[in-house]
């Protein structure tokens, strides 16, 4: 049986395992998958001690998706673009791959849900790894701009720079936002603390709120957004199981179906 894991820190909320399982279920392939938590310091002992121990695949999330990136051996096209890696591989020769989904996961859940990205203009509330994962398939499925807000605007500032071969991305001070958007994408974890991201409500005003975190019910993110103006308010289950999909192709090759596992993930706090 092959194992695979999750980790990353705080690592108990994650459903993960649920998905994977359930992949594997409808698929009739046999695995083994749980979670790892970890932090920086113990974080590549833990990735090598599981790729040792047999260990096929390993998904990173928060606040690891650097960190993945600057320890694999094989990154992607789309790895390098990021510059962060949420899907680690284990090959025969002891080497390891990386590659980022959470992009192609959000794009199939926007997707899913009619959301059209050509000729919109987006605004991402957060710069860490996620956001980073995201914009070059923005920008490939033709957003015509992307602004960022983050608390600390220099790591904003890092982001633009990152990508500043792909579009002139804006970045702006959140309180201080004069302007509404298309989308507007949460990608912080504020909501872990019980807390929103701190931009000005008219930035969401008649746009399409996106909050790559979940929860079973309204995120925070996701209530605050339909109290001050918001036309459609989507919460991560989506871009969850869509990527966590695209790591199993990745893995195994073949790409589970999605659409019945969100239902069940979003509407059954026991799975």
């Not at 279920?25 to 974080?43: Q, R, V, W």
């Not at 872990?192 to 019910?217: F, H, K, M, R, W």
Request: with cysteine; charged share 20%.
């Amino acid at each position: 049986m092959d194992n695979y894991a999750v980790i990353g820190s705080p690592i108990a909320h994650s459903r993960s395992p649920t998905i994977h399982h359930m992949f594997a279920e409808d698929l009739g392939h046999e695995i083994a998958y749980k979670k790892l938590e970890a932090d920086e310091k113990s974080f590549e002992e833990h990735v090598e001690s599981f790729f040792t121990k047999g260990g096929k695949g390993l998904n990173v999330t928060l606040p690891f998706k650097k960190q993945a990136f600057s320890m694999s051996d094989n990154l992607s096209s789309n790895a390098k673009e990021c510059g962060a890696v949420n899907t680690l591989s284990f090959s025969e020769d002891g080497r390891i791959s990386g590659e980022s989904t959470d992009g192609i996961g959000l794009i199939e859940d926007l997707k899913s849900n009619e959301v059209v990205i050509e000729d919109k203009s987006i605004l991402i509330v957060g710069s860490g790894g996620t956001a980073q994962s995201i914009i070059p398939q923005l920008v490939t499925n033709g957003a015509q701009q992307i602004s960022l807000s983050n608390r600390t605007m220099a790591n904003a500032i890092s982001l633009k720079e990152q990508y500043i071969h792909l579009l002139d991305i804006t970045c702006l001070e959140g309180g201080l936002i004069n302007r509404n958007f298309d989308i507007v994408i949460n990608t912080t974890s504020a909501h872990l603390e019980g807390t929103l991201p701190e931009i000005n409500p008219v930035a969401i005003q008649n746009s399409v709120c996106y909050d790559v975190n979940y929860s079973y019910g309204e995120t925070i993110f996701q209530k605050w957004s339909a109290e001050n103006g918001a036309k459609k308010s989507i919460q991560g289950w989506g871009m969850l199981v869509e990527q966590a999909a695209e790591s199993f192709y990745i893995w195994r090759g073949i790409r589970p179906k999605t659409r019945e596992i969100i239902d069940r993930l979003s509407s059954e706090p026991e799975n």
